[in-house]
């Protein structure tokens, strides 16, 4: 697509697909980089096949866990979640861990970089019993946590992963001397 002038328009890449062994190396790093909301939502983008807008979109009633066949229902309250509505399926190994995260909370421990060294930090969430999983801050258009916020952290952590992927890949192939 050419505009004028001659000048092509770009669009953004698409990020890669990653099989099932890279996303669980991702879950992981997301786990120990970034808050619990955040892997939260990236958690349920990939267990459930979300897009972000209508993972941060999911109200608690959302969720079917106690059903004779357990279910999330995209419902699109909100303009940027209402893709593809409908009832999502939740096989058995991620019903159990929903019904872990919404008992008893999420805790993780981060890896935090300051300029004084590496240093960890303790954050716990625990999903609210009604409306919102991922709540707005204070004065926010939208009652919900905004895809771009969890977007940005995503751009942020994925570098750092890609670099520590090559590394361990690099390590894998590099032959002793």
């Not at 050419?2 to 890669?16: E, I, T």
């Not at 697909?17 to 808050?35: E, N, Y």
Request: aromatic letters at 12%; proline letters at 6%.
């Amino acid at each position: 697509m050419a505009k004028k002038g001659g000048a092509q328009k770009r669009s953004p890449k698409q990020a890669p697909a990653l099989t099932r062994q890279t996303w669980a190396k991702w879950i992981d790093f997301v786990k120990d980089h970034a808050k619990p909301e955040i892997f939260f939502v990236i958690w349920l983008t990939g267990a459930l096949g979300l897009r972000c807008g209508e993972a941060v979109a999911l109200r608690r009633e959302d969720f079917g866990l106690d059903a004779e066949e357990p279910y999330v229902r995209a419902a699109g309250h909100t303009n940027g979640a209402r893709k593809s509505p409908g009832y999502i399926y939740v096989n058995r190994s991620n019903w159990r861990f929903l019904t872990k995260v919404f008992a008893k909370g999420l805790a993780t421990t981060r890896s935090l970089g300051t300029k004084h060294g590496a240093r960890t930090r303790e954050e716990e969430y625990m999903p609210p019993a009604q409306g919102y999983l991922f709540e707005a801050r204070a004065g926010a258009t939208q009652p919900h946590l905004n895809f771009m916020a969890v977007y940005h952290n995503i751009k942020e952590l994925a570098p750092v992963f890609l670099q520590k992927l090559q590394a361990a890949t690099c390590l894998l192939y590099t032959s002793p001397s």
